[in-house]
C-alpha cells in the first residue's frame, strides 16, 4: 500500500505534458538592446532642483515575431518622458529584445507565454537599462514600477476583439 501512495505522489510532482508528451519549455536564447536613445534637451539648466517633482509620462509595448519553428523575438518598448511645467528634462526610449524558443505548449497558450512570461523575464534587464541612462544623464535613475503584462494582454486583446466587430 504504501508503494502506491509514493508511486501517486511521483505522479503529482511530474510535470504537465500537453497530450504529445512533452514537458512545455520557455528557453531564453538571447537577449539585446535594439534601440536606445536618451535626450537631455535642456542640459545643463534641466539639472537643476526644483520644487516639485516632474511629471514622468512611461509608455511600454509589446511586440512578438516569429523567427523560426519553436523561436520567437519578443520586443518590450519602453518611453519615458519626464517634463517640468513646458519644459522637457529627458526622454529616453528603449526597445529590448529576447529570443526565446517555446515548446511543447498547448496552440491556445503561446500567444499567452509570448505577450505575458516573455516580456516579464526581460523586464528587469530593460528596467536597469533605463534606470543607468536615466543616472548617466545627471538624474536620479528612474526605477519603473514592476508592469502587469497579463493585464496588457488582457486589454490588447480586448481592444483586437472590440476592432473585429467594429468592422463586421
Do not use: W
Amino acid at each position: 500500500m504504501a508503494d502506491k501512495k509514493s508511486d501517486d505522489k511521483k505522479n503529482e510532482a511530474a510535470p504537465m505534458a500537453n497530450g504529445n508528451g512533452a514537458s512545455p519549455t520557455l528557453n531564453i536564447l538571447a537577449q539585446y538592446v535594439k534601440d536606445l536613445s536618451f535626450e537631455n534637451p535642456g542640459a545643463p539648466q534641466s539639472l537643476r532642483g526644483r520644487d516639485k517633482a516632474p511629471s514622468i509620462n512611461i509608455n511600454v509595448n509589446v511586440n512578438a515575431n516569429p523567427i523560426a519553428d519553436k523561436e520567437f523575438d519578443v520586443t518590450l518598448t519602453l518611453n519615458a518622458k519626464a517634463t517640468y511645467d513646458n519644459d522637457v528634462l529627458f526622454n529616453a526610449e528603449l526597445v529590448y529584445g529576447g529570443v526565446f524558443r517555446v515548446e511543447g505548449f498547448p496552440q491556445e497558450h503561446v500567444l499567452p507565454v509570448l505577450f505575458i512570461e516573455c516580456p516579464r523575464l526581460i523586464f528587469p534587464f530593460a528596467r536597469q537599462i533605463i534606470a543607468e541612462a536615466t543616472r548617466n544623464g545627471g538624474f536620479p535613475p528612474l526605477m519603473i514600477d514592476p508592469i502587469d503584462f497579463a493585464q496588457m494582454f488582457q486589454q490588447r486583446i480586448a481592444e483586437e476583439q472590440s476592432r473585429a466587430k467594429g468592422q463586421a
